[in-house]
């Protein structure tokens, strides 16, 4: 743990909380070629992290790559679908990753029956994922991860993030149609009562029954 100061390729002796600050940082915890990173001098803080490190510092740079590969995995499942457009949401997730790696999930089709409000409001505030959008903006079975890291085989990834949104969408289901039970239920009832206190004449036959 600790920080760097440069001016140029000299460190600024500063201490801070106890800590001496020098010329080299961490990079990403799993794809780091080296640890620590040592910086040559400041210029090349950006560069060094990059390559030895596994991270792009730069938010912006993140963001736009984030963006590219968002495009490019639409296009990857093809049929004109496309990412939704948030900016808060690609914003928050450029603010969580260090360099971004983005793959191609789905979940059951079934649970396409549910308003598709329902399932990207779910998928955005509770996963920070990417539904995917057919030409007609209607919500497709696919979606993108924005992943961390970037594995030779992003299978067990891929499962992962399939797992962990499938209970979300049940739940999404699930409060749907209490909720539906709920709204015409007292309907329901009404109509009972009235059908079970209306006199039905057919042929010779009366039908009168009185309820509560």
């Keep these: 743990m600790g920080w760097f100061a440069l001016h140029g390729g000299d460190v600024v002796a500063i201490e801070a909380l106890g800590l001496k600050a020098g010329n080299s940082t961490q990079g990403h915890r799993f794809e780091a070629l080296v ?37 490019a995995a639409a296009a990857q499942v093809g049929g004109g679908v496309k990412a939704i457009d948030d900016d808060a949401l690609l ?13 191609v999930c789905e979940f059951e089709k079934e649970f396409l029956g549910v308003p598709q409000e329902c399932l990207i409001l779910t998928m955005k505030a509770n996963q920070k994922y990417f539904p995917l959008l057919d ?45 539906a039970r709920r709204r015409w239920l007292p309907a329901l009832r009404a109509w009972a009562k009235w059908f079970i206190t209306t006199n039905w004449v057919r042929k010779v036959s009366v039908l009168s029954v009185c309820g509560k």
């Design 35 to 71: 640890d620590p990173v040592i910086l040559k001098d400041a210029d090349s803080y950006a560069s060094a992290l990059q390559q030895d490190g596994a991270v792009i510092a730069s938010f912006a740079e993140r963001r736009a790559e984030i963006v590219r590969q968002l495009a």
């Design 91 to 103: 914003d928050e997730v450029t603010a969580l990753v260090e360099r971004p790696n983005v793959l």
């Design 135 to 179: 030409t007609s903006g209607k919500l497709t079975n696919k979606f993108l991860v924005v992943s961390n890291i970037s594995p030779e085989d992003a299978s067990a990834v891929i499962g992962g993030n399939e797992r962990v949104v499938r209970p979300r969408l049940a739940d999404a289901k699930f409060f749907l149609t209490r909720t």
